[in-house]
T-cell receptor, first 116, second 111 residues
Framework: GAVVSQHPSRVICKSGTSVKIECRSL??????MFWYRQFPKKSLMLMAT?????????EQGVEKDKFLINHASLTLSTLTVTSAHPEDSSFYIC????????????FGNGTRLTVT | QKEVEQNSGPLSVPEGAIASLNCTYS??????FFWYRQYSGKSPELIMF????GDKEDGRFTAQLNKASQYVSLLIRDSQPSDSATYLC???????????FGQGTELSVKP
């Protein structure tokens, strides 16, 4: 089946630094990828839609200058958390679908970010 | 505001019983629905998807969709302790192909 790879799985960084998370579609091309964020015991919150070759579309309330998304190829999207603060500590998960339309999303394994 | 609502639980059932998980959605324009299972500390994994009114069965799982009532459910037959997880209902909103999730229902299957 479709595989979405996410790296790193865990990262600890200091306040004020930036962290880059990579999301790759391993056996298919993804013109669109989706980035979610999840707090403990909470549901997945959609942060943004990453579009290959164009700007990402951010959900209301998500700071685009803080969460930089780049989708430079059909198999790679990156999320950079800039000037991280402890409140940015969360579980970040990327996803993509094979093909278009209403096919299911496949999720990466997620990245646990801890900002100290 | 497009919303997907689930009872957060926890829902506790004995091993071998049927677990029933429910979900409602607010946008009548949504046509596609998904159930994901998420173990603690892990990312969601797809269990089933359903697009048409009625029932869809896959092994021990049955998804049910009623678009008139804007209601989706997931039945798990012969529940096993390994089914203990959080179950997330999601609706696809055609604008941008976004998947919006409910808050999840925590299921506990007791041996």
């Amino acid at each position: 089946g479709a595989v979405v790879s996410q790296h790193p799985s865990r990262v600890i960084c200091k306040s004020g630094t930036s962290v880059k998370i990579e999301c790759r579609s391993l056996d298919f091309q993804a013109t669109t990828m989706f980035w979610y964020r999840q707090f403990p015991k909470k549901s997945l919150m959609l942060m943004a839609t990453s579009n290959e070759g164009s700007k990402a579309t951010y959900e209301q309330g998500v700071e685009k200058d803080k969460f930089l998304i780049n989708h430079a190829s059909l198999t790679l999207s990156t999320l950079t958390v800039t000037s991280a603060h402890p409140e940015d500590s969360s579980f970040y998960i990327c996803s993509a679908r094979v093909g278009e339309g209403d096919s299911p999303l496949h999720f990466g394994n997620g990245t646990r970010l801890t900002v100290t | 505001q497009k919303e997907v609502e689930q009872n957060s639980g926890p829902l506790s059932v004995p091993e071998g019983a049927i677990a029933s998980l429910n979900c409602t959605y607010s946008d009548r324009g949504s046509q596609s629905f998904f159930w994901y299972r998420q173990y603690s500390g892990k990312s969601p994994e797809l269990i089933m998807f359903i697009y048409s009114n009625g029932d869809k069965e896959d092994g021990r799982f049955t998804a049910q969709l009623n678009k008139a009532s804007q209601y989706v459910s997931l039945l798990i037959r012969d529940s096993q302790p390994s089914d203990s997880a959080t179950y997330l209902c999601a609706a696809l909103y055609n604008q941008g192909g976004k998947l919006i999730f409910g808050q999840g229902t925590e299921l506990s299957v007791k041996p």
